[in-house]
């Protein structure tokens, strides 16, 4: 069974850092492109972060700096380093996997995981 499963996430102060984990099984990593996007109560998904097949790295502006995706093809996981938390970050994060760069930064991927929850506040 094909899966993406998220962990790490929590109630975290301002300013506090927290690391995102978000496990493959049923496929492998390796040649997939991956992305981490998150939604926040009453807005649109947002993609915050990518990480190609080939380990080149995008981040949004609102994350550019604080934020650090990274991948680990021998363990099939991807990761989110949040670091200078915000308020502003609270939201529902997902990660998703796909063999196109293309649909991943559109949000429009193969796999989904089922989201991990962050809040930040004091």
């Known amino acids: 069974q094909v899966q993406l499963v998220e962990s790490g996430g929590g109630l975290v102060q301002p300013g506090g850092s927290l690391r995102l984990s978000c496990a493959a099984s049923?496929?492998?990593?390796?040649?997939?492109?991956l992305g981490w996007f998150r939604q926040a109560p009453g807005k649109e998904r947002e993609g915050i972060s990518y990480?190609?097949?080939?380990?080149?790295?995008h981040y949004a502006d609102s994350v550019k700096g604080r934020f650090t995706i990274s991948r680990d093809n021998a363990k099939n996981t991807v990761y989110l380093q949040m670091n200078s938390l915000k308020p502003e970050d609270t939201a529902v994060y997902y990660c998703a996997a796909d063999s196109s760069f293309s649909n991943v930064i559109t949000g429009r991927t193969d796999y989904w995981g089922q989201g991990t929850q962050v809040t930040v506040s004091s």
């Open positions: 990480i190609s097949s080939s380990g080149g790295k």
């Open positions: 049923g496929f492998t990593l390796d040649y997939y492109n």
